[in-house]
């Protein structure tokens, strides 16, 4: 992998990873872009414990736009993209319309391929592993930064999950704290440390789920399985067979097997509802170990923490979706309409082509 990094025309960063070592990444962003101006401020809700981002500059940003005007395609002569050159591998540049910035974190787009009609699950091994060089490459990166505490690489696939840009591409949040997700697991972690005499849970929830009737597919360093308590109809958990807190402790076996295991995840997700259904929206989400201090989690180390991802559609049936009304939404209590056992039986009956 070769690493170029460039500023676009308003200074935010652009990095170029390549396939090939000899590739020369200088052409210049020729576009007249005032200095990017954000209003990102994060305010802490004392009765849930919780933080909320508030960035109202967000409500300019880029929507829909049609085809020849992506600003994720390569520049072509006098069509000028966020993306300078005339065409790229995996590109990663700061967000122009970011959620989190300055000292309340920061935000990035990764673009993993400049086909614009291209699909992450269309990607070959060679690209799919290249854009997993990229995300470790960007969590090494962002947290160093003194604003940074936790890092969150993801996906949102389809107009259904609110994707107004339709060009291949995911995103990075680097948080100024740790997120409450993520705070629970760690609690959950401490409780179970302390009550077993100091068993992992992320451990036994892995050879639980390897020894039962939700397993997706197995390699012999990755792990997928519909979990036992699955909040949505599809949901699928990919694990490292080997216990690691973060994208930058995968060993090169697992880091070779990755493409392979993920791409065919993906495909199968795009097979659930059968053939001639659109294209399966998704959210996909990894879940790496927070950066700071754990403190507040007696007894746990960034260690205890199981790197995963975490796959999930909100499509819970041919041309229906799943919504998160009064429960979900009112009191963060799930309903599954699709029972996991039946939702893992589907996700290995169909093949990927």
């Not at 990102?40 to 940003?61: F, I, P, Y």
Request: proline share 7%.
């Amino acid at each position: 992998m070769k690493k170029t990094s460039t500023r676009l025309a308003d200074g935010r960063e652009l990095i170029y990873y390549d396939l090939r070592d000899d590739r020369v990444r200088d052409a210049v962003d020729r576009r007249p872009l005032d200095p990017t101006v954000t209003t990102s401020e994060v305010r802490h809700d004392v009765l849930l414990g919780d933080a909320v981002a508030v960035a109202s500059h967000r409500q300019g940003r880029t929507y829909h736009p049609p085809a020849d005007e992506c600003p994720l395609c390569p520049s072509d002569g006098d069509r000028l993209s966020e993306i300078p050159d005339s065409s790229y591998d995996v590109v990663v540049f700061e967000n122009r319309f970011p959620s989190l910035a300055g000292d309340s974190g920061r935000c990035e787009v990764v673009c993993f391929t400049s086909d614009h009609t291209a699909s992450f699950a269309g990607l070959s091994e060679e690209q799919a592993r290249l854009v997993l060089d990229a995300w470790t490459d960007r969590t090494s990166e962002l947290s160093h930064l003194p604003s940074v505490e936790q890092v969150f690489c993801f996906e949102n696939r389809g107009a259904e999950i609110g994707v107004t840009l339709q060009h291949p591409h995911g995103q990075i949040y680097a948080y100024p704290f740790t997120t409450p997700r993520t705070a629970l697991m760690l609690r959950q972690v401490a409780a179970h440390k302390e009550a077993t005499g100091g068993e992992n849970l992320f451990d036994a929830v892995l050879e639980r789920e390897l020894a039962g009737e939700r397993v997706v597919l197995e390699g012999e360093h990755w792990a997928a399985f519909v979990p036992y308590a699955a909040h949505w109809p599809y949901e699928v958990h990919l694990y490292p067979k080997r216990r690691v807190p973060d994208l930058l402790a995968l060993d090169e076996a697992a880091r070779t097997e990755f493409p392979k295991v993920y791409l065919e995840l993906l495909r199968r997700f795009d097979r659930i509802f059968g053939e001639g259904e659109p294209p399966t929206p998704y959210i996909a989400a990894w879940h790496q170990a927070p950066f700071g201090a754990l403190e507040e989690f007696d007894g746990v180390v960034r260690e205890d923490f199981a790197c995963h991802l975490e796959l999930f559609t909100i499509r819970r049936t041919s041309g229906k979706l799943k919504y998160l009304a009064g429960s979900e939404s009112g009191m963060s209590v799930f309903i599954n309409d699709v029972p996991p056992e039946r939702a893992a039986q589907r996700l290995r009956e169909v093949a990927s082509s």
